[in-house]
Structures are given as structure tokens and as C-alpha cells.
């Protein structure tokens, strides 16, 4: 069976991921790359990272969003925002809109009551790459754990675990890679 841009979880470990250099990506911040030797990091709580990735172009980025959704008809414009401008530097890289393809992590309720903050931010996000029609390959939202997040740019392989959990370091593996159907 061949991967058709579906997120594939495993768990094994890219042998490249831990030697790569990283850089941490900071509240409402985000990094393109087309540097093979460079990882994207990032925690995420209620926060959401969105990660793009050009296959053909085998450029990447992501970002971390934490601005919450306030209600109104603009609520969710802060979002959409930070989206945008993910979008807008993949462009500036020669990436276009129609060749990427995302993926989710983050939108955790880590208060476990009250608003859900992270549920908020991470159907704002979908709403809004929908709307974009930029495909989602695969998504790790919601629940009441905060994610570690590990990206490779240029592959589109993204790494999450969960530390410091009852589950220890869980560790899911996504793959963007698309590959025709044969």
C-alpha cells in the first residue's frame, strides 16, 4: 500500500532526526527551510504548530501559535494570521499555495476546565487551511498533554512526543511524503 500524502505513524526513530541541528520555534514565531541538516523545534500546550511542506521543492516550515480565539465574528483572525504568514514565506521561498501540504500538532486543554483554549485555536486553524484548500496529511490535536514537537523541513517527517507523561516519551512519526499510486 502505498502512502498517498496520509499521515503514517510509526514508531521507530529517523535515523537522522536526533543528530540534525534545530532551531526552537518561540510562541507566535515561524521558520521556512530548505536546509536538510536543520530540524524545527517546538513545546506546544494549547498552543498549535501548523508545518507546511513543499514536497517537490523540499522546503518546510512551521510556526507556533498561541493567540486564543476571541469570540465575534474576528475571533479567529489572529489565527488565520499566523497561517498567512507561514504561507506568505513559503511563497517568498518560491513555494506555491497549490504544492503544500500541512500537518497539526498542539491544541491541548491542559487545564482540563474551563475554555478550551487549545480546541479554539486548533478549529480555527483547520477551518482556515480548509479554506486555503491546503490539504492536512495528518493532525495530533486536543487531549490534556503537552506535545514536543520535532519537524524536518525538507522531508516533511514530524516527530511528537510526550514527555513527561504516564506514558513516558511516546514518540509518533508523520510522514508528508506522497508517492504515486502504482
Known sequence: MKDQGQAVWMTRQFPTVDRAPWREVGQGAHFV???????????????????LHAPAARIGG?????????????????????IDRLVASMARM??????????????????????DVGGEIAAACMRHLSTLSIPVAGSDLGGQRPR???????????RITYPGTAMGEVTLMSSMRQSTVV
Open 94 to 115: 518560491g513555494v506555491a499555495q497549490r504544492d503544500l501540504i500541512a500537518q497539526a500538532a498542539g491544541g491541548a486543554r491542559t487545564l482540563g476546565r474551563g475554555r
Open 62 to 82: 512551521m510556526n507556533h501559535i498561541f493567540q486564543s480565539v476571541d469570540a465575534g465574528p474576528a475571533g479567529s483572525h489572529a489565527v488565520t494570521a499566523e
Open 33 to 51: 527551510s530548505d536546509r536538510a541538516d536543520l530540524r524545527l523545534a517546538a513545546t506546544l500546550g494549547s498552543c498549535v504548530a501548523i508545518f
Open 148 to 158: 514536543r514537537v520535532l519537524f524536518d523541513p525538507t522531508s516533511g517527517d514530524l
